[in-house]
């Protein structure tokens, strides 16, 4: 397994940036897919998006296509989720989560994972 740490939330206004960082350790990375999750106060936990480590196919789920952006360094072993014209509704926990050959062609629950993180806070404010 994978061990995955989060960093990079914060307080931000709405129409606003910020870049998430999910660095990855423990193992090789090129066999996984890496899952981007969000947990609202009173809300189920949200598939946000993913990208497959091998070659940086990512998807998007529609509340933030065009809006949020994955990538990844192979260098730093670390994925970032680029967040821009946010809104309130964006506030939540937001998690990374790793799970072997996934092929990241649609969402997938927070469950079907083997690692996810501690989480960051991301609140927008209005």
């Known amino acids: 397994q994978v061990q995955l740490a989060e960093s990079g939330g914060g307080l931000v206004q709405a129409g606003g940036s910020l870049r998430l960082s999910c660095a990855v350790s423990?193992?090789?990375?090129?066999?996984?897919?890496i899952g981007w999750f969000r947990q609202a106060p009173g809300k189920e936990r949200e598939f946000v998006g993913g990208?497959?480590?091998?070659?940086?196919?990512?998807y998007y789920t529609d509340s933030v296509k065009g809006r949020f952006t994955i990538s990844r360094d192979n260098a730093k072993s670390t994925v970032y989720l680029q967040m821009s014209s946010l809104k309130p509704e964006d506030t939540a926990i937001y998690y990374c989560?790793?799970?072997?050959?996934?092929?990241?062609?649609?969402?997938?629950?927070?469950?079907?994972?083997?690692?996810r993180g501690q989480g960051t806070q991301v609140t927008v404010s209005s």
């Open positions: 989560a790793a799970r072997r050959y996934w092929g990241v062609a649609g969402p997938l629950p927070s469950a079907d994972f083997e690692s």
């Open positions: 990208i497959r480590w091998s070659d940086g196919i990512t």
């Open positions: 423990g193992r090789s990375t090129s066999t996984y897919g």
